[in-house]
């Protein structure tokens, strides 16, 4: 069983940074994967990127967020990572984290042990 908890929301300032952090316990099969995804009022749940569980960290991004979003990985912490710079209204949201069995799953119904979320609000 896989436990994930997120954290690191609150409010930014439009053009700012933050960064969330998704600490995993339990037992992550190692060829799996962890997503980021968000969620905005009234919308579906919205796959940004995924990093391998163990070796290499590999990355994958959806498009859309390409050059703003950053994922990373801690391994000694079991702890991914997603720095967003350049802060947007639109990037309000609350963003969860999943874990996959794969690097390329992109659609949230691959995903499961979703966290409780963490609410990120940009006011300018």
């Known amino acids: 069983q896989v436990q994930l908890v997120e954290s690191g929301g609150g409010l930014v300032q439009v053009g700012g940074s933050v960064r969330l952090s998704c600490a995993a316990s339990?037992?992550?099969?190692?060829?799996?994967?962890l997503g980021w995804f968000r969620q905005a009022p009234g919308k579906e749940r919205e796959w940004i990127g995924t990093i391998r569980w163990s070796g290499a960290p590999t990355t994958n991004y959806a498009d859309s967020v390409k050059g703003r979003f950053t994922i990373s990985r801690d391994s000694a912490k079991r702890t991914i990572y997603l720095d967003i710079n350049g802060l947007k209204p639109e990037d309000t949201a609350v963003y969860y984290c999943?874990?996959?069995?794969?690097?390329?799953?992109?659609?949230?119904?691959?995903?499961?042990?979703w966290g409780q979320g963490t609410q990120v609000t940009v006011f300018s």
């Open positions: 339990g037992r992550v099969i190692s060829s799996s994967a």
């Open positions: 999943g874990n996959a069995p794969s690097l390329w799953a992109v659609s949230a119904r691959e995903y499961h042990s």
